[in-house]
Nanobody
Framework: QVQLVESGGGSVQAGKSLRLSCAAS????????MAWFRQDPGKAREAIAS????????YYVDSVKGRFTISSDSTKNTLYLQMNNLKPEDTATYYC?????????????????????WGQGTQVTVSS
């Protein structure tokens, strides 16, 4: 089991920045993938960025490339999402997710990795 707790959401104006954090606990797995998803009401949940915990190989969906940065601090068991130049279309509930993978896994944790552990979500609202 992996427990995930997000923080850092809020309301900002377009062009501003926010940093989301996701504190992970309880993992006994050798290697886990971690990702940020977001979901608007009435829309499917979308994977926007992913990384192997403690790793550097990353995935970004096209809509956030160049603006968002995912990172992982294994010493703090924390996943981050630095979001710069926010746009109104970034408004959504953001979720942290994790999935155990093989200790030999060397990818960037992008879909179709199936994520099985989820945080409760944190709201990000961007006004124009």
């Amino acid at each position: 089991q992996v427990q995930l707790v997000e923080s850092g959401g809020g309301s900002v104006q377009a062009g501003k920045s926010l940093r989301l954090s996701c504190a992970a606990s309880g993992s006994t797995y050798r290697r886990i993938c971690m990702a940020w998803f977001r979901q608007d009401p009435g829309k499917a949940r979308e994977a926007i960025a992913s990384i192997v915990a403690g790793g550097t190989n990353t995935y970004y969906v096209d809509s956030v490339k160049g603006r968002f940065t995912i990172s992982s601090d294994s010493t703090k068991n924390t996943l981050y999402l630095q979001m710069n130049n926010l746009k109104p279309e970034d408004t959504a509930t953001y979720y942290c997710a994790a999935s155990a993978v093989s200790r030999y896994y060397s990818g960037n944790c992008a879909p179709p990795i199936m994520y099985t552990f989820w945080g409760q979500g944190t709201q990000v609202t961007v006004s124009s």
